[in-house]
């Protein structure tokens, strides 16, 4: 059940009531024009990942600049982007179960839907999903990109499973899924370059055999928004699955570019806005942003534009703040915006997102894909 809007288009944003997901439209408008602007030239296109925002409205404005479709990780997620209108849906991960497949080839009666797999018996599972449905599957192999998490050998491993799914009645050889997640947070230019090379690399002797085979590799997938401009240019890379770009949040931030500097090529522009709940004590205050506001796996969330105030805790509900005797100390219900380690989980605690433009709400979206995790 949704929870009510913490705010009202035309609302000033400190009235809005918090912990609040709050959208900089300006600054999120800013990352999805970028992201067109930079791969317009390029052999490739985005299909950005859904998992980042869970929202067919921000799905569709990525899609009317240019992006052929959208990535999910989950069932529950391809649901939602469909019936919200959204054509075209990779699950760009594995899904065992039979009632899962079931509700997967259901789907592919209103919207294109794909699906990855990395052995023989998920491609039976899926071609006996499509079978019942009286539908044709198109499927994925995914290989180990360099990420040691799903994902079968490149090369022969990697096309006897294409095979099978070629042979099969009820399935269509999609292509390769080659996403190397952990590249995404290396820091280092170099240390990216040469991660996506490796995995490049691989797809490259992959498509390659296939072709030896007889079988075409329509999509060579992967990327994401700390490294996409590498697969883009790699010459092998078809589609681009970077998510995060949209909100970008302090871990991606925290990559470097070439001149040792903080990437600065997108904007911060999801941020979860908190009220100070307690200024009892000199030099701490307490946000009412706790674990259950904002996700801290990916490390603790900045305090948007005073760097004088560190967020240096979470507990359930309560988010502890510094600062020093020189700073000017955050007032009892005074307004911080926080700009989260990671926006996904942070995202997915949350069942709006308020739009504010010039110091207004201007729009409410329903994070409409909150908790789909099956």
């Excluded at 996409?228 to 871990?251: I, K, P, R």
């Excluded at 904002?294 to 534009?305: H, K, S, T, Y």
């Excluded at 894909?369 to 099956?374: E, I, L, P, R, T």
Aim: glycine share 10%.
């Amino acid at each position: 059940m949704l929870q009510p809007p913490p705010a009202h288009p035309g609302m000033r944003e400190d009235e809005i009531d918090t912990p609040a997901l709050v959208i900089d439209l300006d600054a999120f408008e800013y990352n999805l024009d970028t992201m067109a602007a930079m791969i317009a030239d390029k052999p490739v296109k985005l299909r950005a990942h859904a998992k980042t925002h869970k929202s067919p409205v921000i799905a569709l404005q990525q899609m009317a600049r240019g992006a052929v479709g959208q990535c999910v990780q989950k069932v529950a997620e391809a649901e939602i982007l469909a019936w919200g209108g959204v054509p075209d849906i990779l699950v760009s991960n594995e899904v065992v179960g039979a009632l899962k497949l079931a509700r997967l080839a259901a789907l592919s009666k209103i919207a294109r839907v794909a699906v990855c797999a990395d052995d023989a018996p998920q491609i039976a599972a899926i071609a006996a999903a499509a079978e019942n449905a009286g539908v044709r599957l198109s499927v994925l192999v995914e290989i180990d990109a360099g990420g040691k998490r799903c994902g079968v050998n490149s090369g022969p491993d990697a096309v006897a499973l294409a095979q099978l799914i070629a042979a099969s009645p009820h399935l269509r050889f999609g292509g390769l899924q080659a996403y190397h997640g952990s590249a995404q947070h290396l820091r280092q230019p170099a240390q990216r370059a040469a991660a996506i090379a490796s995995a490049a690399e691989g797809c490259r002797r992959t498509v390659e055999q296939l072709r030896q085979v007889g079988l075409d590799c329509p999509i060579v997938g992967g990327a994401g928004t700390g490294t996409f401009m590498h697969e883009a240019t790699s010459g092998v890379y078809t589609e681009l699955q970077a998510g995060s770009y949209c909100f970008m949040d302090a871990d991606y931030a925290a990559n470097l570019d070439d001149a040792g500097k903080p990437v600065s090529t997108f904007r911060h522009a999801l941020f979860v806005l908190g009220t100070v709940m307690s200024a009892a004590r000199p030099g701490v205050a307490v946000l009412d942003i706790g674990h259950k506001a904002v996700a801290v796996d990916c490390g603790l969330p900045l305090v948007w534009q005073r760097p004088d105030v560190r967020y240096v805790g979470a507990s359930d509900e309560h988010g502890t703040l510094n600062f020093g005797p020189e700073t000017a100390a955050p007032k009892l219900g005074e307004k911080l915006r926080l700009v989260p380690g990671h926006c996904d989980p942070t995202v997915d605690r949350h069942e709006w997102y308020v739009g504010v433009r010039n110091g207004r709400v201007e729009c409410l979206w329903p994070v409409a894909a909150h908790g789909a995790m099956f």
